[in-house]
């Protein structure tokens, strides 16, 4: 299978994907009267809007997997996702997680792939289900994907930060840029570009693109992206969202017992 002409002809679709967290501003907001400069000020471009920097969150690394599939071509807003704990994880914030809880989410929305075009299934994990019954609140990213039966993924050197408590206070739309291959992806390289792209992909966890404040990673699932803020950074599309996954040019098929790193933080109010 080419894998890596098939990883490098989609990314340049992907750079220009609109991610589905993406909110559009509410249609009955009443205009606001215009703000008139005084004489002498500079007036600011309405793309030089400053990125947001996202508050420090550390997030600690929860080993999970997928109690059952997850299928971009079935895949609803709204519907269960459901992560079972491999491991008893004490977190930065001293929030015991026994072994057998269970890290719950659901699909914020979901894309199909028709005709060979990219998918996307935005998740969002909001709380966790302790094995006692009581329901913690938290604040999520998934960190790594792995196939189910493979090896457990490792959580990145590099982990992207976490969102902000509360979310984003910028509803704005960040403007897409082109992304920056990294290593494994060389740049300016299109199909059929020669014999090791096409049988060679970059690492997981290695980013290959990048779109505003977004950064683009690799899974061990081929094919299967993952789209996270990159650290420090905060980006609007991505303010409800855990994570984004992105299929290129192919279908999200995710089997129960999928593997997952999610980095937990526990959120204000504690244990319910």
């Known amino acids: 299978m080419k894998t890596g002409t098939m990883l490098v002809t989609s990314l340049f679709a992907?750079?220009?994907?609109?991610?589905?967290?993406?909110?559009?501003?509410?249609?009955?907001?009443?205009?606001?009267?215009?703000?008139?400069?005084?004489?002498?000020?500079?007036?600011?471009?309405?793309?030089?809007?400053?990125?947001?920097?996202?508050?420090?969150?550390?997030?600690?690394?929860?080993?999970?997997?997928?109690?059952?599939?997850?299928?971009?071509?079935?895949?609803?807003?709204?519907?269960?996702?459901?992560?079972?704990?491999?491991?008893?994880?004490?977190?930065?914030?001293?929030?015991?997680?026994?072994?057998?809880?269970?890290?719950?989410?659901?699909?914020?929305?979901?894309?199909?792939?028709?005709?060979?075009?990219?998918?996307?299934?935005?998740?969002?994990?909001?709380?966790?289900?302790?094995?006692?019954?009581?329901?913690?609140?938290i604040q999520s990213q998934i960190q790594s994907i792995a196939p189910a039966g493979g090896a457990a993924p490792a959580s990145p050197s590099?982990?992207?930060?976490?969102?902000?408590?509360?979310?984003?206070?910028?509803?704005?739309?960040?403007?897409?840029?082109?992304?920056?291959?990294?290593?494994?992806?060389?740049?300016?390289?299109?199909?059929?570009s020669g014999a090791a792209a096409e049988n060679t992909a970059p690492a997981a966890g290695t980013v290959v693109a990048r779109t505003g404040n977004i950064a683009i990673a690799t899974t061990s699932v081929p094919g299967v992206l993952l789209a996270n803020n990159t650290p420090g950074q905060q980006d609007p599309r991505m303010a409800q969202a855990s994570s984004i996954l992105l299929g290129a040019k192919q279908d999200i098929h995710l089997d129960g017992g999928t593997q997952m790193v999610l980095g937990v933080a526990a959120t204000r109010g504690g244990t319910q």
């Open 14 to 137: 992907l750079t220009s994907f609109p991610l589905l967290a993406q909110q559009p501003p509410p249609a009955s907001q009443p205009n606001r009267p215009t703000q008139q400069n005084p004489p002498g000020a500079e007036t600011a471009s309405p793309n030089s809007q400053a990125s947001p920097e996202a508050p420090a969150v550390e997030l600690s690394s929860v080993n999970g997997e997928l109690v059952s599939k997850l299928d971009s071509k079935t895949a609803k807003t709204g519907d269960s996702v459901v992560l079972q704990t491999k491991a008893s994880v004490k977190t930065a914030d001293g929030t015991e997680i026994p072994k057998g809880s269970k890290l719950v989410g659901h699909v914020l929305d979901a894309k199909a792939s028709g005709a060979g075009e990219n998918s996307q299934v935005a998740l969002q994990f909001d709380h966790i289900e302790l094995k006692s019954g009581q329901s913690v609140p």
């Open 158 to 192: 590099g982990a992207m930060s976490g969102p902000p408590a509360g979310g984003s206070s910028n509803p704005g739309t960040s403007g897409t840029n082109a992304g920056s291959a990294a290593s494994g992806v060389p740049q300016n390289t299109s199909a059929g």
